[in-house]
């Protein structure tokens, strides 16, 4: 069954250090999304990708940068990582056509130290 | 730009009791809507969405929500809940089919607990 895995499923970073996370999708989904959990926040959109070698920045994109080499793949990397950025990761996936749902990954949780 | 608002940010409902969890959406054209759930540690799994046509729409798990354009809302219904619906809610907007944009914009989630 196709499926959008995300690892690792936890970790923790020390301030400072660069981290990245990975989300492989076997979709084979243009859209590529990576959204970050907080309290009281919802998912805010990180950063996106309508396809091979086009990224683009969401709503919180300071601090983190994303490529896309491939249709699968859409890892996100924290330059330097912050205490500001220990949250829930999401990665996420769709078609590229009007208004189809998008399908989440299980998570990353990310604890920067 | 488009947003959501989940006003109640938990509620708690006694076991076979309905429920309605509510959402307020701000998107200049008809927008796309979708509810989420998302049970403990768990990644979002779409519960119903909503593009045209019937405003009513159903949804897996016995969920069911009503696209109410003058109101701007989309609110989630369940008849009788069970001990396995609790878990976070949330609603998304999307744009609609003249967009070629598909970035979701989230609410900030309902929890629902579930009492016996």
């Known amino acids: 069954d196709a499926e959008i895995t995300q690892s690792p499923r936890h970790k923790i970073t020390e301030t400072g250090r660069q981290v990245t996370l990975a989300c492989h999708q076997t979709w084979n989904h243009n859209n590529m999304f990576w959204y970050r959990q907080d309290l009281g926040h919802g998912l805010r959109l990180i950063h996106y990708?309508?396809?091979?070698?086009?990224?683009n920045k969401g709503e919180v994109s300071d601090g983190y940068s994303v490529s896309r080499s491939n249709t699968e793949d859409l890892p996100l990397t924290l330059e330097s990582a912050a205490s500001s950025q220990t949250s829930v990761y999401f990665c996420?996936?769709?078609?590229?056509?009007?208004?189809?749902?998008?399908?989440f990954g299980q998570g990353t949780r990310l604890t920067v130290v | 730009a488009q947003s959501v608002t989940q006003p109640d940010i938990h509620i708690t409902v006694s076991e076979g009791a309905s429920l309605e969890l509510r959402c307020n959406y701000s998107y200049g054209a008809t927008p796309y809507l979708f509810w989420y759930v998302q049970s403990p540690g768990q990644g979002l799994q779409l519960l119903l969405k909503y593009f045209s046509g019937d405003t009513l729409v159903q949804g897996i798990k016995g969920f069911e929500a009503e696209f109410k354009r003058s109101q701007s809302s989309f609110n989630l219904r369940k008849p009788s809940v069970h001990w396995s619906d609790a878990a976070e809610y949330f609603c998304?907007?999307?744009?609609?089919?003249?967009?070629?944009?598909?970035?979701?914009?989230f609410g900030t989630g309902t929890r629902l607990t579930i009492i016996p």
């Open positions: 998304a907007v999307g744009p609609g089919v003249n967009f070629g944009n598909e970035k979701l914009t």
């Open positions: 996420a996936s769709s078609v590229q056509s009007g208004g189809t749902e998008a399908f």
């Open positions: 990708s309508y396809g091979v070698q086009d990224t």
